[in-house]
Nanobody
Framework: QVQLAESGGGSAQAGGSLRLSCAHT????????MAWFRQAPGKEREAVAS???????TRYADSVKGRFTISADNANSVSLQMNSLKPEDTAMYYC?????????????????????WGQGTQVTVSS
């Protein structure tokens, strides 16, 4: 049974940094498209960043480019380093994984393409 476990998150002031981590376990496979999504109260879930964990190709939402960095810590875990945080980054952040072919332009941004999800971790940025 596939499980995604997030860690990190918490509170920061605007301009500060936080780091999220996600571990993918349960199926013995090691080739994934892994991504971070976020959802603020009253808003739709939006894609933040993705990484193909074999070729390490990364993609980012325009709203976080230059501030957030997704990286593969090993074959089964990824991190999201969030710098220069803004109050509008406040949201529940979710880790998600899928087959590697989901890591394509226009495909990775669709939450429905990811079958596996973590429980979410809260990020709150104060001004």
């Amino acid at each position: 049974q596939v499980q995604l476990a997030e860690s990190g998150g918490g509170s920061a002031q605007a301009g500060g940094s936080l780091r999220l981590s996600c571990a993918h376990t349960g199926d013995g496979y090691s080739r994934y498209c892994m991504a971070w999504f976020r959802q603020a109260p009253g808003k739709e879930r939006e894609a933040v960043a993705s990484i193909h964990n074999v070729i390490y190709r990364t993609r980012y939402a325009d709203s976080v480019k230059g501030r957030f960095t997704i990286s593969a810590d090993n074959a089964n875990s990824v991190s999201l380093q969030m710098n220069s945080l803004k109050p509008e980054d406040t949201a529940m952040y979710y880790c998600a994984s899928a087959r590697t072919d989901v890591c394509q332009d226009g495909v990775w941004t669709q939450a429905a393409n990811f079958p596996y999800w973590g429980q979410g971790t809260q990020v709150t940025v104060s001004s």
